[in-house]
């Protein structure tokens, strides 16, 4: 992990602030800012464009956790939010909205690099694990179009299975597109001669 990473600490609170600060450069970041109002946050996390989001809150009410799940859904960064006071409702909101990393209670300097390493790697891993799921969820749409592309074919042309599936290779080949593609302009066309 480079030093070179951009981090942003939103903390109101000063002192928890200066020791999260304290805890990432001497971990060896130097790019590091501070946001200690939490008003406009999602427009100053983008402008900002951070590498991870280190999230201080000592005691957040349900409205801070909200506006803080919302921004780690909409940002997709690794997040450590750090909290003084949870709950079981808490913790499985944090998880959902994203965040990589959820610690409660006993803030130390000496345990941020440790808190960082396991953030990036956990969002990395979610990242993979994430990017897996909407592939095969794609492929299993394409195979759906081409499965009823091919029923179509099937039953206006009097094909068999593979013949249809072979006439849509075979135009999606002609037309330099994917067999999805081709799949999706039988469909169409037949929802035409309804």
């Known amino acids: 992990m480079a030093p070179t990473l951009n981090i942003v600490i939103v903390d109101e609170n000063p002192i928890r602030a ?16 501070r946001i200690a109002e939490t008003s406009r946050l999602l427009a100053r996390i983008y402008a900002i464009d951070p590498d991870v989001i280190l ?3 000592e005691n957040p009410s349900r409205d801070v ?10 940002v997709k960064r690794p997040i450590a939010m ?7 409702a808490s913790i499985e909101a944090a998880v959902d909205a ?13 345990r941020i690099k440790t808190i960082l390493d396991l953030c990036i790697s956990r969002f990395n891993a979610f990242s993979r694990l994430q990017g897996e799921l909407d592939r095969a969820r794609s492929a299993l749409e394409e195979r ?17 299975e593979e013949d249809a599936y ?4 075979k135009t999606a080949m002609n037309e330099n597109k994917k067999i999805a593609e081709v799949a999706q ?3 169409m066309a037949a929802e035409l001669f309804k």
């Open 144 to 160: 759906k179009v081409i499965d009823r592309a091919k029923g179509i074919l099937m039953k206006a042309m009097n094909l068999t």
């Open 185 to 187: 302009s039988v469909i």
């Open 18 to 33: 200066a020791i999260l600060e304290d805890g990432v450069r001497e971990a060896g970041y130097v790019r590091v800012t």
């Open 166 to 169: 072979t006439l849509l290779r």
């Open 98 to 110: 994203g965040v990589s990393a959820y610690i409660v209670g006993n803030l130390q300097k000496d």
């Open 82 to 88: 750090f909290v003084d006071q949870s709950d079981t």
């Open 55 to 57: 999230i201080d809150l």
């Open 65 to 74: 956790l909200e506006q803080m799940f919302q921004m780690s859904r909409a």
